[in-house]
């Protein structure tokens, strides 16, 4: 998995931007973060809740970890990029993206998907 994998990912969700806070790259939907890559983009930052940290941290043989402190027990989690499953990245993004997207936004989505 790479930077740019992760950035194409995250900007391929619905009116997904990328912007930029403390000088690393962060991708928003409805001006709310959902992921960011961190500094040097060696890692990404998902926001999952902590039940969807929990199973992605069991299938992700190690490559997923939560963030430090407060921001990983309620659910942020860090992508090693270098070991991490882009498939399995993917459905992280998606899943933040979905945790933090307007509710009219998913239901759009979830019907354009259906």
Do not use: C, Y
């Not at 043989?61 to 990029?81: H, K, N, Q, V």
């Amino acid at each position: 998995m790479t930077a740019a994998r992760f950035r194409k990912l995250a900007l391929a969700m619905p009116e997904a931007v990328e912007g930029e806070h403390m000088d690393h790259p962060d991708f928003r939907v409805g001006g709310k973060i959902f992921a960011s890559l961190g500094p040097g983009e060696e890692w990404g930052m998902v926001k999952l809740t902590p039940p969807q940290q929990e199973e992605m941290l069991r299938r992700a043989d190690g490559a997923l970890r939560p963030a430090s402190g407060a921001w990983g027990a309620r659910g942020a989690t860090i992508a090693d990029l270098a070991s991490a499953d882009a498939a399995l990245v993917g459905e992280a993004i998606v899943m933040a993206w979905r945790n933090t997207a307007p509710k009219r936004l998913v239901r759009e989505w979830d019907g354009a998907a259906g």
